[in-house]
Structures are given as structure tokens and as C-alpha cells.
């Protein structure tokens, strides 16, 4: 079988060299190598905010708000402003709209809006307080995601993405406004709605998701307001009975004549997630005015605001509820062996919710007011109210409450060319979370290389932290655990190499993990008290020869217990397209790209507490060595992108069709995707 798939492989690629050789041949189409127009090249990014290794670096990490629009995020506990770049670039828009895309390689349950995991360990974030959101953290904005606005010109975008006929459909609808008035003041509004209904049964999601911001800046004041309503609802199937019904269905007796007529383990069962999040930032500058020449040409002394420290205060604010509920409770009395932990013999109906509001107030010395201020150096002090709710077997919930007081600093250098640097501390010292440590940094450095510019940066951190309230306690139909975990400890190093001259980027990490707590075969967490070493290198490199481009993601990893932390040993991302432009002004990309990682046993779903658990070694099964191919032509017109996708085309030709991404949850079959952006820019 593998044979054959080497083979069919090869095919492939000999049948698309066949295929973009005539453009080389023919001189009279000419070849755009910057299919952005200039205007756009001031606003534009050639991905989403993700982690360093998809972004190309900015020039400066410090925010330009002198541009016609200027972009940036901010950290969530200080408020610092860090130039971002908007996701309105061509190259792999089709591709950000798939889950497949939306990290270096992901793991779900095979529809767009359901939970997702990184197979790259270090791409993986910690447990947050509410975990059963961890798995929606690809489509959750948070104001240290989301990008801030300061617009001179009228902005508004709008993307809309979709697939498949009326009962399968699949959209997305995503919407930005932005509006200054005057120079200081910013309001905008942002929606995302999904709706997936999926291709198999019971397997829909729906998400709807508000964003309401705005950004003050003067020359005293700086202010941040970020406030987010979201639902999210998710259908839950528990993944197909039969693995044949997808890789031999000629072998079944009564084989499905469609996706839709595929058993699964559960129907009408749905999860829920809704809150909000309140947030808001403010810094009182203190400095001075010093005159300065203008930029003008008549060279007029001016005065300019000279910010020398800064007071800060945040406002944290986040509620979040959980229900999992069933309108066929004996499926899934079933599917989870009659348990009734709550010996309450109701429908199933959980539920759990949550509050947390954090306080902070910090000051900080400002960078650069004078020649010997190379740095920014901040102190603060952080106080976190928490409340928990979990059910009992009367009719009121119980209520837990927590409080936990950080003291912190950091000292960053975020302008300059040859070294910039980045380091935070954090550490409890009252309440849950006393003896809590958090010490995380980067250190970047710039050396000539080939006539060029590479980049050389160290990152490591140090965390010991208390396990969340979750981890410890819960209480459902289903599951219930009351838990007394030790402290997690995790070691990071790492580095990383980038060479734009050759578009290259290489990085190496080792992490080192103690008293790591993982969601074993029957769902429940458990520690293991011993170290595990997970031992990763990268390497991003893209090719170019006159139209043809060939861009590569690749990630290798080991773990020292993989009976603990499954990980493929391989991972890939290739795009292989040509660009050209027709009667210059359409950019064309048309090519073919594929998601692939190695054989493993990965972790499985577990749909009544939204975590990734390990498999039951009964019934466990291996996932990848299959690749997730794809057509597409990807297109540039002006203001506007739209695209063609021709996804999971690799069915049609490799047998059998094991393009599971989860252990029994398969991909969509063979689809036509299309999608449109339109950025109004004026």
C-alpha cells in the first residue's frame, strides 16, 4: 500500500510539472513577484498574528502611528503596544480559511467550528482557568490577538467563505469597521459567524462572535477598550462506528451512499460555550516637551511630548458557561456505560461556569527618552478574583471562590536594528497560587549575512504553576474527579535562524516537563510525577524560480514518553503553485498544496468535557501517513481576494481514503471551497 502511494505521489508531481512548464516557454506572460499594489503594501501581512515562525519580522517591534492605518496588539497585562500586521495578504488566503491551516499542523474532529489540537507540542498554550475553551482557542479573540486600528483613511474589510450544497453547507462571515475621529480617537466593530453544518451526522457548529473596540492615544493618555460577547454551539457525534465506512465501504454489505448515512456513536448532543470578556487598558505618560527641527522643508522647531515613565492600570474581566446536553440520553447512557455520578437519574444537562476579574496596576520607564534609557522597565501587581460553579445532586450548584496576587516585571528593548530583547517575570505570593513562577524571554540579535540581514534569536522560559481549578475539580453525569495535583514545572530553550535573502527559517527547542497533568483513555486527568523531554527543530524554507514557488513547513519532534505525550515524529506543509499576472492587474496562484504528518497513535476527542484524551488501547488506532492534498487558484484583483479550492482532493486517488485527522473522526470528503475578501480602503 505504501508502494502504491509513493508512486501516486510521484505521478502527481511529474503531472504538475507537465503543467506549468508552458508558462516558462512563453515570455509574454509576464511574472509579478509583488502582487501587492503599494498602497496596500503599507497595511498588508503575509499571514494572521500566529507564533514567529509563519511571520515574517517587522522592521520595528515599537507601533508607527504616523501610517495612513497602523496595526498592532497589545500584552494583556500592561498594555504594551507591539506592531501587528493585518491578514490580507494572497499567498495561502484559501488555505487560512481551512482548520488544517490555522497552526503548522491540527488535529479535530473533521468539521470547521469543532474543537482543535496542535499535533506540535510547542505550539500548544497552557490550560487556562476555564479549560473546556482551550480547544476553541484558534477562533477565540482575545485582546492580545486581535489587532488595534489607528486609520487616517475610511477602513472597512469584509471575507466570506463557503462549501458544499444546502444540508452540508459550510460559511464563515467575518466583518470589520473602523472609524477615527480626529487624530486620538479610534472606535471600531468586528463579527465573526460560522456555520458548519458537516458532512457526517450530527457534526454541525455554529459561532457567533462580537468584538467591540477602541484605542485613545495622546500624548498623556493611552487607552485600550476591547469588549467580546461570543456563543458557540458544537454538535457532538463521538466519531463514526465503522472505520470501513470510509476506507472500504465495498466491503460492507450495505454500504452508505453518503456521508450523511454514516453511523455514529452519538446524535442530537450538543456542547456550549458563551461569555464575554470585558477589557481595558490605560497609561498616564509623565514626561516632557523637547523641541525638535520638523520633517517639513522649511526644518520649523517644534515641540514634541517626550513620555518619560508611565502609570498603568487593566481592568480584566471574563465569565464563561458550559453545557453539554442530549436530546437522545439513552445513546449516550450508552456511550458512557450508564455512569451517573450524580445518582440524580435526570437527561443529561451539565454544566459549569465561571468569573474571573483581574486587577492590575504597574509603572513602567519609558524606552528611549534618553540616550542612556536603552530599555523599557516595568513593575506591577496584579490581583485575580476567581468563582467557580459545579453541579451537585440537589438543585443549587456549589460555589467555589479563589484569589491569587502576582508581583511581576519586564524589562524589554523593542526598538533598534542590532539587538532587541524581551524578558517577563511573574510570581505569586498570596493566596491559590502562592509560589507560582513565570519567567519567560527572547533575546534577537541582526548579523550581515550573503548581502543580506539574518536574525538570530534565543527564547526560553521557567514555569512553576499550581493546576487549575478544573484540573482538580469536577462534577457532571458523566465524569466527576477531586483531584490534589502537585505543581507543574516546565523548562523551555529554543532558537531560531531566519535568512530572508534565501527565505529561510530554522529553530531548535527542548522542553523539559514535571508532574505533567494529561486526560487518560476514560477521560479523567492524571499526573505523572516523573520529567518527560520533548525535542523539536523547524525548518520554514521557500523556493522561487520565475513563476514557479515551492513553500515548505517542516517540524520534527520526539517524545521521551510517547504513552503519555503522543506526537508524530513528522509534520509537513507544502504549497506548490505558480503566480503570474494577467493584463496587470489580476494575480493569479494556481497549484496544489498538502498537509501531512507521520503515523501515530494520537490522542482522541472526548465530547462530553471538550479535551483531548489518550486512546483505549482496545479499540486504538493509528492516524496520518495520509496526506490532505488540495487544489486551488488563488486570486488578487485590486482590493479584493477570492479563491477556488478543490479540497481533500487526494481521495480520488490514493486508496485506500484513511484521511482521518482524529482517531475515527474523518475529514470532509472531497469539496469545492470558495471564498472572497474585499478590504475598503480609500
Keep these: 500500500m505504501k508502494n502504491t502511494k509513493s508512486i501516486t505521489y510521484k505521478l502527481l508531481c511529474l503531472s504538475f510539472l507537465f503543467l506549468v512548464f508552458p508558462v516558462f516557454a512563453n515570455d509574454s506572460i509576464k511574472i509579478n513577484t509583488d502582487s501587492i499594489s503599494l498602497k496596500e503594501s503599507l497595511i498588508v501581512n503575509d499571514s494572521i498574528p500566529t507564533p514567529s515562525y509563519f511571520q515574517l519580522e517587522a522592521p520595528e517591534l515599537a507601533v508607527d502611528t504616523t501610517l495612513k492605518i497602523s496595526y498592532w496588539n497589545i500584552t494583556e497585562r500592561t498594555g504594551e503596544m507591539i506592531a501587528a500586521r493585518p491578514d490580507t495578504f494572497l499567498t495561502d488566503y484559501f488555505n487560512r480559511t481551512n482548520v488544517e491551516g490555522f497552526g503548522r499542523s491540527e488535529a479535530y474532529p473533521g468539521n470547521l467550528g469543532l474543537a482543535t489540537e496542535s499535533r506540535i507540542f510547542s505550539d500548544r498554550k497552557d490550560r487556562s482557568l476555564f479549560l473546556f475553551k482551550d480547544a476553541f482557542y484558534r477562533y477565540e479573540k482575545t485582546p492580545g490577538n486581535f489587532n488595534f486600528i489607528n486609520t487616517k483613511i475610511p477602513h472597512s474589510t469584509i471575507s466570506y467563505q463557503r462549501a458544499g450544497s444546502r444540508s452540508v453547507m459550510e460559511e464563515r462571515l467575518q466583518a470589520l469597521v473602523a472609524v477615527n475621529f480626529g487624530r486620538k480617537l479610534n472606535v471600531g466593530a468586528a463579527v465573526d459567524y460560522l456555520y458548519a453544518r458537516g458532512y457526517y451526522e450530527s457534526q454541525a457548529s455554529k459561532h457567533l462572535e462580537w468584538i467591540l473596540f477602541g484605542n485613545y492615544l495622546s500624548d498623556r493618555h493611552r487607552l485600550h477598550v476591547f469588549i467580546n460577547p461570543m456563543d458557540y454551539t458544537m454538535a457532538e457525534n463521538g466519531g463514526i462506528v465503522d472505520l470501513l465506512t470510509i476506507t472500504h465501504p465495498d466491503q460492507l454489505e450495505n454500504s452508505p451512499q453518503s456521508s450523511l448515512d454514516i453511523?455514529?456513536?452519538?446524535?442530537?448532543?450538543?456542547?456550549n460555550l458563551k461569555g464575554t470578556r470585558y477589557f481595558l487598558n490605560y497609561h498616564y505618560n509623565l514626561g516632557f516637551e523637547r523641541n525638535t527641527k520638523s520633517t517639513t522643508d522649511e526644518g520649523d522647531t517644534i515641540k514634541q511630548f517626550i513620555p518619560v515613565s508611565s502609570i498603568i492600570y487593566t481592568l480584566d474581566y471574563e465569565n464563561r458557561k458550559k453545557n453539554f446536553y442530549t436530546k437522545d440520553s439513552t445513546l449516550v447512557d450508552k456511550y458512557y456505560d450508564n455512569r451517573d455520578y450524580l445518582k440524580t437519574g435526570r437527561a443529561v444537562n451539565d454544566s459549569t461556569s465561571y468569573w474571573s476579574l483581574r486587577n492590575t496596576v504597574g509603572l513602567s520607564l519609558r524606552e528611549g527618552f534618553s540616550e542612556w534609557a536603552k530599555f523599557d522597565l516595568t513593575a506591577f501587581i496584579t490581583q485575580d478574583f476567581r468563582s467557580f460553579t459545579l453541579m451537585d445532586t440537589t438543585r443549587f450548584n456549589q460555589r467555589t471562590n479563589q484569589s491569587s496576587t502576582y508581583i511581576g516585571g519586564e524589562l524589554a528593548k523593542r526598538k533598534g536594528r542590532i539587538l532587541r530583547y524581551n524578558a517577563q517575570a511573574s510570581f505569586g505570593v498570596l493566596g491559590y497560587n502562592l509560589a507560582d513562577m513565570d519567567i519567560s524571554g527572547t533575546i534577537e540579535t541582526r548579523i550581515p549575512v550573503w548581502g543580506d540581514t539574518a536574525s538570530i534569536k534565543g527564547k526560553g522560559s521557567i514555569k512553576n504553576t499550581a493546576p487549575t481549578f478544573y484540573e482538580n475539580n469536577y462534577r457532571s453525569k458523566y465524569f466527576l474527579w477531586e483531584n490534589d495535583f502537585s505543581k507543574i514545572k516546565k523548562v523551555y530553550i529554543g532558537g531560531e535562524i531566519n535568512i530572508p535573502h534565501t527565505n529561510t527559517t530554522f529553530g531548535v527547542g527542548a522542553e523539559n516537563v514535571t508532574n505533567y497533568i494529561y486526560f487518560d483513555y476514560n477521560g479523567f486527568p492524571k499526573q505523572?510525577?516523573?520529567?518527560?523531554?520533548?525535542?523539536?527543530?523547524?525548518?520554514?524554507?521557500?523556493?522561487?524560480?520565475?513563476?514557479?514557488?515551492?513553500?515548505?513547513?517542516?517540524?520534527?519532534?520526539?517524545?521521551?514518553?510517547?504513552?503519555?505525550?503522543?506526537?508524530?515524529?513528522?509534520?509537513?506543509?507544502?504549497?506548490?503553485?505558480?503566480?503570474?499576472?494577467?493584463?496587470?492587474?489580476?494575480?493569479?496562484?494556481?497549484?496544489?498544496?498538502?498537509?501531512?504528518?507521520?503515523?501515530?497513535?494520537?490522542?482522541?476527542?472526548?465530547?462530553?468535557?471538550?479535551?483531548?484524551?489518550?486512546q483505549d488501547s482496545s479499540r486504538a488506532v493509528k492516524t496520518g501517513n495520509y496526506p490532505i492534498i488540495n487544489g486551488f487558484l488563488n486570486c488578487h484583483l485590486k482590493q479584493t481576494r477570492f479563491f477556488v479550492e478543490y479540497y481533500n482532493a487526494g481521495a480520488m486517488f490514493i486508496a485506500p481514503p484513511e484521511y482521518f485527522s482524529l482517531p475515527y473522526y474523518p475529514v470532509n470528503p472531497t469539496i469545492i471551497k470558495l471564498g472572497l475578501a474585499v478590504d475598503f480602503i480609500n
Design 263 to 271: 453511523e455514529t456513536n452519538l446524535r442530537n448532543t450538543w456542547n
Design 528 to 614: 505523572y510525577a516523573g520529567n518527560i523531554q520533548i525535542v523539536s527543530a523547524y525548518l520554514n524554507q521557500n523556493f522561487q524560480f520565475k513563476a514557479l514557488h515551492w513553500d515548505n513547513k517542516l517540524v520534527y519532534q520526539t517524545s521521551r514518553r510517547q504513552d503519555i505525550i503522543p506526537l508524530p515524529d513528522f509534520t509537513a506543509y507544502s504549497s506548490l503553485y505558480i503566480e503570474f499576472k494577467i493584463a496587470k492587474v489580476l494575480t493569479v496562484q494556481m497549484g496544489t498544496n498538502a498537509h501531512y504528518w507521520t503515523e501515530y497513535f494520537s490522542p482522541t476527542y472526548e465530547p462530553a468535557t471538550q479535551q483531548f484524551k489518550l
